[in-house]
């Protein structure tokens, strides 16, 4: 076994990058994370891990509402300003032109090529940590993006962050079909 | 605003592929998942959202360990196969070569570039899937994929899944460091 032991650390992995949005006492305010997953299908629920003080937490909550938004990798420098700067010391607000959806308060970022409006459903509090679920409340995803129906990543083109300090991934190319190549596996 | 909206859905994502293992009754099993994040660093904390019923959680529960690996481009064919096959109708047990560490009963993947061992810490029960979290214990590393004391991600060649059926795409390029090239940000 040709292994190195890194011990008890975060193993390195690319994570997707988004930019969290809440309005904060009327406000837009970003922070970039990469500690997300999806929590279901059906609802369609996402859940993001922050950290315990966050301005746009504080907003999520003020609202009942954020968005979640995907950068390309033409986003890169905004969205590393935004995960590097506080949200208490920097207005945030006119880093992206915004915009709303049906729910009113949870700002879309026009840029992105992928937004998607939230409803807070839940904070779970862990030690260090809180989990904030919200449920899907609509998706928009730019235009030149989706093909007959269905995105392509590609166009989409999303930061991946490296799990240990960076640096920040683009999307590579496509390896095989999901749900369908593993038939091919044979037993050794 | 060129956007389309998708409705009450999942977004189109790149999410990062793991295979997850645990020991179910003496024989090891696996299941492909790309609904994971990181729940902490400090203790590193792994948290990953599994279906109801899953035989590698039952195995988790049984020995309170499980792995996390993280499977390189070439490995699609086993990664997808793990994820279309139950393997409470096939014996996944011999589809890697399996090692394991200081826990005992955590089945770690010798071909993966990155394998994690975990203590099962807690399963939080939502309505359609269950949020299973670990605690690392310790990370291994394929040699090749350490460079002066880090990990570089290109080495690793981790898989993504494209969300909505695929499909599974490799990392791309470099895009810029974290932490650092949102200093160039200039405000409009």
Redesign the interface.
Known sequence: ????????????????VVLVGSNCKGKANFCTI??????????????L?MGKKRRTKDGMVENGTFS?N?PD?SM??????????SGGKKDKS??FDV?YGELGSAPLI?EAP???ECKLKDI?A????D?VIG????????????EKG??H?GK?D????????????????????????????K??
């Open positions: 076994m040709a292994k190195v032991k890194l011990g008890k650390k975060l193993p390195p992995m690319a994570l997707p990469a500690w997300m997953t999806i929590v279901d299908d059906e609802p369609p629920m996402i859940g891990l979640v995907i990798t890169v420098v905004e969205t590393d300003y935004c995960g590097i700067t006119r880093v915009f026009s992928v937004a998607v779970i862990f030690e260090g940590t989990l449920d899907v409340n609509e998706v928009y995803v730019e235009r030149k993006c989706v269905k995105c990543m989409i999303p930061l991946l962050y490296a799990m240990g300090g960076g640096p920040y991934y683009s999307i590579g190319t496509k390896v095989a079909d999901a749900f369908s190549v593993g038939k091919r596996f037993p050794k």
